[in-house]
C-alpha cells in the first residue's frame, strides 16, 4: 500500500512539474512575440498582468504569477531599453518640457527643460511606466506653485534677508569714523569712572555706569571686526543672490513649461499618477488603427 501512495504522489509532482514547465514556456512564447512584433503595449501587459487589467481594462482579482514574471528579471535593462524608444516618442509630446539621457543601458535621467543651468530631476522607470523624480528638486517645485497664489517666488525671502545683510555690512564699513569717535569718547568715560573704583563710597550705581561702558565698548569691538570681513561677506553674500534668482529664474521657468501644457500643478500630478494607464491606452488605440489598416 505504501509504494502505490509513493507512486501516485510521484505522479502528482511530476504532473505540477510539467504544468509550471508548460506556464513558463508558454509565457516566454508570448513575450518572445511580442517583442518581436514590436507589439509593446503585450509586452507590458506580460510583465505586470495585474496592473495591466486593473489600470488598462478596468477589472480586478487578477494576479500575477511571480514565478513566471520573474523569469525575465536578468532582462529587465535590455527590456526597458527596447521598451524605451516608443514612450519617451510619447513623453516628447506629453510632457515637452522634459529630456531624457540614457547613463546606463536600459536606465534613463529625466532633465526639465534645455535652457541653460537645467536641472536633472530624477529618472524615467520605462518598465513600470512612471517618474522617479527627484524628491528635494520636486519639492522645490511645488513650493514655487504654493507661493505663487501670495505672488512670492521661491527665494525672494532668502534674498531679501541676504540684502538686508549686505546693507547692515556696507553701514558697518560706512560708519567707522564715526565708531571711533564713539570709542574715545566711551574710552574717556570709562577712564573718569575707574579713577574713581575701589572707593569705599563707590556706590551699585557707579558699578553699573561702568560696565555699561565697557558693554558698550565690546559691542563697537565686535562691529569693528564685522567690518574688517564685510568686504568678503558681501561679495560671497552677492555670489549667492546671484545663485538664488538664477534658481528662481528656472523655477519660474518649469512653473511655465507646465502651467502651458497641463493648466495647473495639480492636472500636472494627475496626469503623473494616470501615466500608466494613458501611455497603454495610446498603445491600445495605435494597434486597433493599424489592425484595421
Do not use: C
Not at 505663487?148 to 541676504?162: C, L, Q, T
Not at 564685510?230 to 534668482?245: C, H, P
Amino acid at each position: 500500500m505504501t509504494n502505490i501512495v509513493d507512486q501516485d504522489d510521484h505522479k502528482s509532482a511530476s504532473s505540477v512539474i510539467d504544468e509550471q514547465i508548460s506556464l513558463k514556456i508558454t509565457y516566454l512564447q508570448k513575450l518572445q512575440q511580442a517583442v518581436a512584433d514590436h507589439d509593446d503595449r503585450q509586452v507590458f501587459a506580460l510583465l505586470d498582468n495585474q496592473r495591466y487589467t486593473s489600470a488598462v481594462l478596468h477589472r480586478e482579482n487578477q494576479e500575477n504569477n511571480i514565478s513566471v514574471v520573474n523569469l525575465v528579471d536578468n532582462l529587465s535593462d535590455e527590456l526597458s531599453n527596447f521598451l524605451s524608444e516608443n514612450l519617451i516618442k510619447y513623453l516628447g509630446k506629453a510632457y515637452p518640457f522634459f529630456y531624457y539621457e540614457e547613463f546606463q543601458h536600459g536606465h534613463f535621467k529625466i532633465y526639465f527643460g534645455n535652457w541653460w543651468d537645467r536641472r536633472e530631476f530624477g529618472e524615467l522607470d520605462v518598465l513600470n511606466i512612471r517618474f522617479v523624480f527627484d524628491q528635494t528638486e520636486y519639492q522645490k517645485l511645488t513650493d514655487s506653485f504654493e507661493l505663487a497664489k501670495e505672488n512670492k517666488r521661491y527665494n525672494s525671502g532668502k534674498i531679501e534677508a541676504v540684502s538686508k545683510e549686505n546693507d547692515y555690512l556696507q553701514g558697518l564699513i560706512d560708519n567707522q569714523k564715526e565708531r571711533e569717535a564713539q570709542k574715545a569718547q566711551l574710552q574717556d568715560q570709562l577712564k573718569e569712572v575707574t579713577s574713581r573704583s575701589g572707593m569705599p563710597w563707590e556706590s551699585g550705581k557707579q558699578k553699573e555706569a561702568r560696565q555699561d561702558l565697557i558693554d558698550q565698548l565690546s559691542t563697537l569691538e565686535d562691529q569693528d571686526q564685522q567690518a574688517r570681513d564685510a568686504l568678503k561677506t558681501i561679495k560671497d553674500n552677492e555670489s549667492r543672490v546671484l545663485a538664488l534668482s538664477k534658481e528662481n529664474t528656472i523655477l519660474s521657468y518649469e512653473q511655465k513649461s507646465i502651467l502651458d501644457t497641463f493648466g495647473s500643478f495639480a492636472d500636472f500630478e494627475a496626469a503623473n499618477r494616470n501615466l500608466y494607464a494613458d501611455y497603454l491606452d495610446t498603445l491600445s488605440n495605435e494597434k486597433q488603427v493599424a489592425d484595421r489598416d
